[in-house]
C-alpha cells in the first residue's frame, strides 16, 4: 500500500480508494478484519457500510480504527456471528472535492465439536488458516528489541499481518500488544501474545484538593501502574509515613479533620520514584444549630426551640475559622415514627424559616402544627446559606404529642338478642383513637327522642356488653362511644334492636309460678336497611333506585325486598285511607325503577329486607320527580310566576334527600 499526503498547497484531487477491501472468510466467534485504503486532497475521512446502512457498530459489535498518517481506516467486527454470514461492507472514502465507494462480502462457517481433535465443521473449505505454534508473551526492559514467532498452515501460501494496538505494526515504535492474523484467499485467523515494557510509576488517579466540613472525615485515595509493581503509601508534608506501603493503590482515611493541611501520595519501584501533593481543605458552612429543645406540646402541635449555631467556647473563638457564616433560613425536619405507613416512618420537610425572628434570648421558636394526637416524632434542624451550603444536622429530640378525644364513633356496631330479657352487643374501636382508648359507654332506651342523660348507661373496658333486665318484645335503641384521658368521644348512630326470646318452653319455679327459660332461643336483632340507598327521576313519571344488600348476621339470608312508594301530598292527609305502592322485588336485585307516576311530585320511598325473621329496619328517601313543561316558540298565557316555575325546573337537576328511621 502506499499512501499520499496532500498539503494546502498542492493541487487539489478527489478521494480515491487505492486499496480497496477483500472479500473475508471466518470461522464463528472470530473477529473479521476490513481494510480500506484511500488517497486525496484535503485528506479524505474512510467509513463503512454495513448492508448499505451506518451507525450499527456499538462497542460490543466493532469499532473503526483510523490509521496513523491517513493511510485509511480498519474495520474490526468482534466474534461475527452465523447471522452475520453474507453481509455486504462497503467502504466510502470521501473529501470536499468527490467520493469513491468499493465493497466486500463477508463469509462465516459455523462450526462444532466433530471429535476431540477437530473443532472445524465440514463445510469449512479444506487449507483454512490453522495456528500451530503461537507467540508467547515476553518481557522485557525499554529500548531492548524482541523476537516473535508463529506458525500456521493452510493452502495456498498464507500471509501473515501483525497488528499492533489493532494497528498494522511498525516495528521502529516500542513494542507492548501485538496481534498476528494469518490470511488466504478464503479467510483469516488471529492469536494474542502480550510483551511487557518495563518502566518508572506513573500516578494515574490523582486529587489535587479535597474540602472537608469542620471536624468530619475524608478519604484520600492513589492509584499508580508501573512495571515492576509500584509500591504506594502515603506521607504528611514532612515526609513522614501515614500508611504502609502497599501495591497500586493507597487510601489515606483521616478523620476530625479541624485544620488545611498537605497530604503527599509516593509511588516508586526499581526503576524511579514518582510523588504527588493533595491539599485538604476546610469548607467554611453554617454552624449547625445548638440546644433544639420542644417547649410545648398539644394534640396537633408542638412549639420548638433552637440556638443558632456558636462554637463551645464562646469566650475562645476560634481562629482557624473566619466569621461565622451568615444564615438565610432554617429547614426543620420531622419525622413521625407511629405512621400508619407500613414500616417506613413518614417524614415532613419544613423550608424558608426565617432567621431573623429571634426571642430575647437570642433563640429561635416555631409552632409545627397539623400533628396527628398521640404520636411520637422527632426532629433535627439545618441552617442554610445562600452561598456556603447547608449545616451538619443539629441535635435530634423526640416528644410525643398529647391525646384528644376519639374523632370518631366505634365501628360496626352488632347486636344480638339473646334472652327474653338480655341484650349482647360487640363493637369495633374507632379509626381515629387520637390515644388510648380507656373504655366505652353504652347507652340503651326505648324511646329514641328522649335527651341522652335519660338513656339507661353503663361502662366497660372491653369492646362488647351484655345489657340483662330489659322488657321482652320491645325494642330497643343502642349508641355507644369510646373515651380516653383526654374525655369522650361522638356517639354512634341508633341502632334498634327487639328482645324477642322466639319459641321457648315453660317451666314452673320455685313458687309454683310459671318461668321462661332461655333454652332453644331463636335469637336475633333487627336487620338493618339497605345500605347506599339512592335515586334519580329520569323522567317526569319515574324514579330509578340502586342500593347495596345490607349487612347480614351469621346464618341469614335475604328472601325478598320489601319496597314502598307514595306522594308527600298523601302523607300529609290523615283522615284520607292511605294505600301506598307495595312491591316485592327479588333479593338479587340492588336496583329498581318505578313507572306511571306523576310529574313534579314529590315521592317517600323505602326500602326494607326480609330474612326468616321478619323485615327489617326500612331505608327511606323523598324524591321529586321532573317538570314536564315544555316550551315553544311563545310563551303567551302562561302565567310568570308558572313560567319562572318550569324555567327553573327545566333541567334535569333532581335533588334528593335520606330521611333517618325512627
Given amino acids: 500500500m502506499r499512501t499520499l499526503n496532500l498539503n494546502s498547497t498542492s493541487t487539489l484531487g478527489q478521494a480515491q480508494i487505492v486499496q480497496a477491501p477483500k472479500n473475508v472468510a471466518v470461522l464463528e466467534g472470530e473477529d473479521a478484519l476490513f481494510f480500506c485504503g484511500a488517497e486525496g486532497n484535503p485528506e479524505p475521512t474512510v467509513d463503512f457500510l454495513l448492508d448499505g446502512q451506518s451507525g450499527r457498530l456499538s462497542g460490543e459489535t466493532g469499532k473503526i480504527i483510523s490509521i496513523p498518517g491517513g493511510g ?19 467502504c466510502v472514502a470521501s473529501n470536499p472535492v468527490g467520493s469513491d465507494k468499493s465493497s466486500a462480502q463477508l463469509k462465516v462457517y459455523k462450526y462444532t465439536d466433530i471429535n476431540f481433535f477437530s473443532y472445524y465443521h465440514l463445510d469449512v473449505p479444506a487449507g483454512f488458516p490453522k495456528f500451530v505454534r503461537s507467540p508467547k508473551s515476553q518481557a522485557v526492559d525499554v529500548g531492548k528489541s524482541v523476537h516473535l514467532e508463529c506458525e500456521a498452515e493452510g493452502t495456498p501460501e498464507l500471509k501473515f499481518l501483525w497488528l499492533k494496538n489493532e494497528i498494522p505494526v511498525q516495528f521502529q515504535r516500542k513494542t507492548r500488544s501485538f496481534e498476528y492474523s494469518t490470511k488466504y484467499d478464503y479467510g483469516g485467523s488471529f492469536d494474542r501474545p502480550n510483551i511487557d515494557t518495563f518502566y518508572p510509576p506513573t500516578i494515574i488517579e490523582q486529587q489535587d484538593k479535597v474540602e472537608v466540613r469542620p471536624g468530619k472525615g475524608a478519604n484520600l485515595s492513589c492509584t499508580a501502574t508501573g512495571n515492576p509493581r509500584p509500591q504506594v ?87 482557624s475559622r473566619s466569621l461565622p457564616v451568615p444564615i438565610t433560613s432554617y429547614t426543620l425536619i420531622v419525622t413521625d415514627l407511629d405512621a400508619d405507613n407500613g414500616r417506613q416512618a413518614l417524614k415532613r420537610k419544613l423550608t424558608d424559616i426565617a432567621p431573623w425572628k429571634v426571642q430575647l434570648d437570642g433563640s429561635v421558636h416555631l409552632k409545627v402544627t397539623d400533628l396527628k394526637p398521640d404520636h411520637r416524632y422527632t426532629a433535627e434542624v439545618y441552617a442554610l446559606s445562600t452561598k456556603f451550603g447547608i449545616s451538619d444536622a443539629s441535635n435530634q429530640i423526640t416528644f410525643k404529642t398529647l391525646e384528644m378525644p376519639p374523632s370518631g364513633p366505634p365501628l360496626s356496631l352488632h347486636a344480638t338478642a339473646t334472652s327474653s330479657d338480655s341484650i349482647s352487643i360487640s363493637w369495633k374501636p374507632p379509626a381515629e383513637a387520637n390515644g388510648k382508648i380507656l373504655g366505652y359507654k353504652v347507652y340503651y332506651s326505648k324511646h329514641l327522642r328522649n335527651k341522652l342523660d335519660q338513656w339507661q348507661s353503663l361502662q366497660t373496658t372491653k369492646p362488647q356488653a351484655v345489657l340483662q333486665g330489659l322488657v321482652k318484645m320491645a325494642t330497643y335503641y343502642l349508641k355507644v362511644n369510646a373515651y380516653n384521658s383526654a374525655g369522650d368521644g361522638p356517639l354512634s348512630d341508633a341502632f334498634p334492636i327487639i328482645v324477642n326470646p322466639g319459641e321457648h318452653g315453660d317451666g314452673v319455679d320455685a313458687e309454683g309460678g310459671r318461668r321462661s327459660q332461655a333454652v332453644c332461643h331463636e335469637t336475633y336483632g333487627i336487620l338493618p336497611p339497605p345500605l347506599n340507598f339512592r335515586g334519580i327521576s329520569p323522567t317526569p313519571t319515574s324514579i330509578q333506585l340502586i342500593w347495596s344488600p345490607p349487612e347480614l348476621p351469621h346464618g341469614t339470608t335475604i328472601l325478598d325486598y320489601q319496597l314502598q312508594c307514595r306522594s308527600a301530598s298523601e302523607a300529609g292527609v290523615t283522615n284520607l285511607p292511605q294505600t301506598p305502592l307495595a312491591i316485592s322485588i327479588s333479593a338479587r336485585q340492588t336496583g329498581w325503577t318505578i313507572k306511571a307516576l306523576q310529574p313534579d311530585t314529590l315521592y317517600q320511598i323505602s326500602l326494607s329486607a326480609r330474612t326468616q325473621h321478619g323485615v327489617g329496619v326500612p331505608a327511606k328517601l323523598e324524591i321529586r320527580t321532573l317538570s314536564n313543561c315544555k316550551f315553544g316558540n311563545s310563551a303567551k298565557g302562561l302565567h310568570l310566576k308558572k313560567m319562572q316555575k318550569c324555567i327553573a325546573e327545566h333541567n334535569p337537576i333532581v335533588v334528593f334527600r335520606e330521611a333517618r328511621a325512627h
Fill in 233 to 319: 503509601r502515603w506521607l504528611t508534608d514532612q515526609e513522614k509515613p501515614l500508611t504502609e506501603a502497599v501495591e497500586w493503590k493507597a487510601i489515606l482515611f483521616l478523620t476530625d479533620v479541624t485544620e488545611p493541611r498537605v497530604y503527599i501520595c509516593v509511588a516508586n519501584n526499581s526503576l524511579g520514584r514518582i510523588q504527588h501533593l493533595v491539599r485538604v481543605e476546610i469548607i467554611d458552612v453554617p454552624r449547625a444549630p445548638a440546644d433544639l429543645q420542644c417547649v410545648e406540646r398539644g394534640p396537633t402541635y408542638a412549639s420548638l426551640r433552637w440556638f443558632p449555631g456558636r462554637s463551645s467556647d464562646e469566650t475562645q473563638p476560634d481562629s
Fill in 72 to 90: 485509511g481506516s480498519l474495520l474490526r467486527l468482534f466474534k461475527v456471528t452465523s447471522k452475520q454470514d453474507g453481509i455486504k461492507v462497503e
